[in-house]
């Protein structure tokens, strides 16, 4: 029996649609992550479902627990505070793979002149040269998600050249 894999899509930005969405790209049933978290019983699933439906949210530590087996950087699946700058980088990914054909002009300087917007503006300059490379067919799709999926903002020294 051949398998054919069909790329995920996310209905809405919510954190249960968010998991849904990286169990599917690591091509993993709810019974077989239910099974990596421990989950047992005859309604072992029901807690996966719970948390992808958003029924119910899960604690920090299962969070934890659940971006490591899915092997992704669990700032991208926590619920979103959209006044932290890296929450809004984590929903900018998002929005992309819920709107897919969303043109993000990443080319502009002076959507960031403030102080607290530079950690923005070098991250829009990350995500313009790898989706640049996406473009240009040096990179897969799966290559670009997993770099979305694992994406980290990492402060240095590049933050005080910014703006």
Not at 75 to 85: A, P, Q
Request: glycine fraction near 6%.
């Amino acid at each position: 029996m051949k398998y054919i894999y069909l790329k995920p899509e996310l209905e809405n930005l919510s954190q249960g649609e968010r998991i849904a969405f990286a169990r599917q790209v690591r091509r993993m049933s709810q019974d077989e992550l239910a099974d990596k978290l421990g989950f047992t019983g005859e309604s072992k699933r029901r807690g996966v479902t719970r948390y992808e439906r958003g029924d119910r949210a899960p604690k920090e530590d299962r969070l934890k627990e659940i971006a490591g087996i899915l092997n992704v950087n669990v700032k991208c699946l926590k619920e979103f505070d959209f006044r932290n700058d890296e929450d809004m980088i984590y929903m900018l990914l998002w929005m992309e793979e819920m709107y897919p054909r969303m043109d993000i002009d990443l080319d502009i300087p002076g959507y960031f002149p403030l102080k607290r917007d530079k950690k923005l503006g070098k991250f829009m300059r990350e995500w313009k040269v790898i989706r640049e490379k996406r473009c240009n067919h040096e990179i897969t799709y799966d290559e670009y998600i997993e770099w979305k999926l694992q994406y980290e903002y990492k402060e240095g020294e590049d933050d005080e050249k910014i703006g």
